[in-house]
T-cell receptor
Framework: AQTVTQSQPEMSVQEAETVTLSCTYDTSESDYYLFWYKQPPSRQMILVIRQEAYKQQNATENRFSVNFQKAAKSFSLKISDSQLGDAAMYFCAYRRLGNTPLVFGKGTRLSVIA | DTGVSQDPRHKITKRGQNVTFRCDPISEHNRLYWYRQTLGQGPEFLTYFQNEAQLEKSRLLSDRFSAERPKGSFSTLEIQRTEQGDSAMYLC????????????????FGPGTRLTVL
């Protein structure tokens, strides 16, 4: 079974600084998708960024980028120029091909300090 | 595109009562997922539908849980004889899979229904 591990229950970052959230996963599949979702205190899950495993290029979305290391099964999220609105729970998620259910990690709570 | 909506947003019930939640997906989305999230944990998959067909159920979905999507649009999740361990946030998500099985789409989540069983 696929598993997703987020080893940092909590992280904090100063406003305007950069922070990296870690995620590792376990799968025997060669093609799959990885996601980072953000869940603010209002609790609606929002997609931050996605990565297709067959693409070697790391995905980027404005201030958010990933470091995808397929061989190491590692998928970290880097947030640059952190803003107060970035404070939230961040979940790493995996799914197989075919629009199948997501497997989530336990999350990392990110605090942004003004 | 009004997003995924869920109703009610909060539900408090006594142990042993039945509860039903509703999810309205994004209108053109043919896949609908239910997840459960307990405090301090990531969401866990419960079940999902392709149109009106229920394709998979997690082992977390005990016999007291039933989900339907009768016309391939909205879905309901019913919990019978609720237990305190059922207290959680129930999340619904939807996505679109095209006729060629093209796998490009992302799951979009609703705001969730928070269930408290006293």
């Amino acid at each position: 079974a696929q598993t997703v591990t987020q080893s940092q229950p909590e992280m904090s970052v100063q406003e305007a600084e950069t922070v990296t959230l870690s995620c590792t996963y376990d799968t025997s599949e060669s093609d799959y998708y990885l996601f980072w979702y953000k869940q603010p205190p209002s609790r609606q899950m929002i997609l931050v960024i996605r990565q297709e495993a067959y693409k070697q290029q790391n995905a980027t979305e404005n201030r958010f980028s990933v470091n995808f290391q397929k061989a190491a099964k590692s998928f970290s999220l880097k947030i640059s120029d952190s803003q107060l609105g970035d404070a939230a729970m961040y979940f790493c998620a995996y799914r197989r091909l075919g629009n199948t259910p997501l497997v989530f990690g336990k999350g990392t709570r990110l605090s942004v300090i003004a | 595109d009004t997003g995924v909506s869920q109703d009610p947003r909060h539900k408090i019930t006594k142990r042993g009562q039945n509860v039903t939640f509703r999810c309205d997906p994004i209108s053109e989305h043919n896949r609908l997922y239910w997840y459960r999230q307990t405090l301090g944990q990531g969401p866990e998959f419960l079940t999902y539908f392709q149109n009106e067909a229920q394709l998979e159920k997690s082992r977390l979905l005990s016999d007291r849980f039933s989900a339907e999507r009768p016309k391939g649009s909205f879905s309901t999740l019913e919990i019978q004889r609720t237990e305190q361990g059922d207290s959680a946030m129930y999340l619904c998500a939807s996505s679109f899979l095209d006729g060629q099985g093209k796998d490009t789409d992302t799951q979009y989540f609703g705001p969730g229904t928070r269930l408290t069983v006293l």
